[in-house]
């Protein structure tokens, strides 16, 4: 984590020096949430498989831009919904709700107009969780035991058209959501439509 992020500071430092534009704008967009490598313990571990289903939530927030025509820095952040669903074995489901300040510090490349592809490491922030389904989940986990940050990476594309923005891109937890009983990495795919204010 530590040489990802200092890679990024360099480029954005080089950015810096030869920047010929600076853009700001506000983005949002769906949120297509799972879970991977979960692992339940416990007691939970007696009544829910290890297996996750997916979410949809949204992302909401600002981005900016410094750069040239063909690469330029884009840091983020985005209020963010993540999560998953499961289900014991008497096929009652239960559900983990995740928001994240997330922030993605991004390199873009633009090799060809209105072409853009876009790579580099996200942190996460935990704000608030919700936990729901039956007694024997809701019992065992508690939001206020789940770990207060996650880190992981991006990669994604898009096309710019004048002020708008269309993104697609895939975000891998690297780091594991833990709490009592539960452990887990997020992932997910987001669809992102932005627009520059200036």
Same mark, same amino acid.
């Given at each position: ?37 979960? &692992?339940? /313990? #416990? ?7 290890? !297996? *996750? =289903? ?6 909401? @927030? ?67 969780? &919700?936990? /729901? #389904? ?7 986990? !508690? *939001? =206020? ?6 880190? @992981? ?46």
């Amino acid at each position: 984590m530590k040489k990802l992020l200092i890679i990024v500071v360099a480029i954005c430092s080089s950015l810096s020096v030869k920047a010929q534009k600076f853009d700001f704008g506000i983005k949002g967009g769906v949120n297509f949430a799972n879970a991977s490598d979960i &692992k339940f /313990s #416990g007691s939970l571990s007696e009544s829910y498989k290890q !297996t *996750a =289903d997916g979410v949809t939530g949204y992302h909401l @927030g600002v981005w900016a831009e410094l750069g040239s025509s063909s690469i330029s820095f884009q840091p983020e952040l985005l209020y963010s919904n993540k999560g998953f669903k499961t289900t014991n074995e008497m096929g009652e489901e239960a559900e983990v709700k995740l928001n994240y300040l997330d922030i993605p510090l991004l390199v873009k490349f633009k090799p060809i107009s209105p072409l853009h592809l876009v790579a580099g490491p996200q942190v996460s922030l935990q704000l608030a969780d &919700k936990i /729901s #389904g039956p007694s024997d989940f809701t019992s065992v986990l !508690t *939001a =206020d035991n789940f770990k207060n940050g996650d880190w @992981g990476a991006i990669v994604g594309a898009g096309i710019t058209l004048s002020n708008i923005q269309i993104d697609a891109r895939y975000v891998w937890g690297l780091s594991k959501v833990t709490s009592d009983n539960l452990e887990f990495k997020n992932k997910m795919f987001q669809i992102s439509l932005a627009y520059r204010l200036f």
